[in-house]
Structure formats: C-alpha cells, structure tokens
C-alpha cells in the first residue's frame, strides 16, 4: 500500500493550489483521509480530515480557504487551497485510514512542499 502525494509549488500570496494524494495497492478500504502540513521548526498539524462519507473537518487556520474533498472511486483525497498566505508554507502530508491484504493501517504519503512567497 502507498500513498503518494504531489501538486506543491512556489505560488504568490494570494494565490491557489491543488494537492492530490492516491493510494495504491491492495486496498479493500480506506476510511477517513486526512492532510496535515509540517512548517520548519513546527509540529506537524492536522489541516482538514474528510471521512469515506464525505464529512469534512478544518483547522481554524484554513477555514473558508481550504476545501478538502476525496473520489471514493479513485482512492484519491484532494486539497484545494485559496487565498494563500505566506504561513502556509509548509510541507503538506496525506495519511489515511484504510484496509488492505496487510490488515488495518494508517498510512502516510510522502509529502509535497508548497511555498508561498512574492
């Protein structure tokens, strides 16, 4: 099972990006899909979670900027970020709750790194 992750970039204050991250494998299910994002120096924080019904949860941070949505059909959870600021740089994590021939398991993507910077 793998998570793979991409769609990070350099992006001007202000502007938008779409990560993706699609699990691959032997995967029977997955669960909730979550994104976190680690900045320099910083705890890795939870940013938005979405479970397999479509149920969606935010850090305060990115209320009303950020919308996380998922394709059950793809095994695939995105992130659309807007407005973005220069805190939101950070290097950006996908992790899920799935089942696959290996059992239950969280796993974690590879991370993306997205700088926002004039």
């Known amino acids: 099972v793998q998570l793979q992750a991409y769609g990070g970039g350099l992006v001007q204050p202000g502007g938008s990006l779409r990560l993706s991250c699609a699990a691959s494998?032997?995967?029977?299910?997955?669960?909730?899909m979550r994104w976190y994002r680690q900045a320099p120096g910083k705890q890795r924080e939870l940013v938005a979670s979405?479970?397999?019904?479509?149920?969606?949860k935010y850090a305060d941070s990115v209320k009303g900027r950020f919308t996380i949505s998922r394709d059950n059909a793809k095994n695939t959870v995105y992130l659309k970020m807007n407005s973005l600021k220069p805190e939101d740089t950070s290097v950006y994590y996908c992790n899920a709750d799935l089942g696959s021939s290996g059992g239950l398991m969280t796993s974690w993507g590879q991370g993306t790194q997205v700088t926002v910077s004039s």
């Open positions: 494998g032997r995967i029977f299910v997955i669960n909730d």
């Open positions: 979405i479970t397999s019904g479509g149920t969606s």
